[in-house]
């Protein structure tokens, strides 16, 4: 009777350990901010991810990752001068899949990000806080990308991604025709490993 309990509560989590398959993806990322009077996906940085996915169909299924990444803003103006915007997110994508023309897969949602770090400089040093306004502490933003199986557990991808919610205001000091605040706009390439 005890052995049948035991399985009896074993059991579910035996069924959806395997229904969830995890895996493990990095690449670099290329970035610019919209609203920051520079243009051009010209900061580069890393991110990294551990992830899960809850299949569906043979087709769809869920993608549900933790990831660290790297986004921001650079703008060379000569070889002394320069601004950059480091910042760093901690970041939950939770994304449908569809896979077609069989090794190939299409993803899309949202990803739920909370700053951990963030550095505004110029040649001179960091930006006083008068010069720096502050950063929101989380950002949402929106997701899309493309997976290749180059093998048959890894590959690679590609993935943008663009603020829905602002990562700060800007105020009267704003572009023109955007003073509703700065948005991340980000381009992702990785490869990526199934366990």
Same mark, same amino acid.
């Given at each position: 009777m005890k052995g049948l309990v035991?399985?009896?509560l074993l059991f579910p989590g035996v069924v959806l350990a395997?229904? @969830?398959?995890g895996g493990v993806q990095g690449g670099i990322t290329?970035?610019?901010v919209d609203g920051d009077r520079y243009a051009g @996906?010209?900061?580069t940085g890393i991110w990294g991810e551990l992830f899960v996915e809850y299949p569906f169909t043979a087709n769809t299924s869920l993608h549900i990752g933790l990831s660290g990444v790297q986004?921001?803003?650079f703008q060379r103006f000569d070889p002394q001068d320069y601004y950059r915007m480091s910042l760093v997110y901690a970041e939950i994508p939770i994304l449908y899949q569809y896979r077609f023309l069989g090794k190939a897969i299409m993803e899309g949602g949202l990803g739920f990000g909370i700053l951990v770090h963030s550095r505004e400089e110029t040649e001179l040093g960091p930006l006083a806080p008068i010069d720096s306004p502050k950063f929101?502490? @989380?950002e949402l933003s929106?997701?899309?990308?493309v997976?290749?199986?180059i093998w048959k557990q890894a590959g690679a991808s590609v993935k943008y991604s663009y603020s829905i919610t602002p990562i700060r205001g800007t105020g009267p000091s704003g572009t023109y025709r955007r003073v509703s605040g700065q948005y991340n706009n980000l381009l992702q390439l990785a490869l990526f490993y199934m366990f």
């Open positions: 035991v399985v009896l395997q229904l @969830f398959k290329m970035s610019q @996906f010209n900061k986004k921001g803003s929101n502490f @989380f929106a997701q899309v990308g997976k290749y199986y």
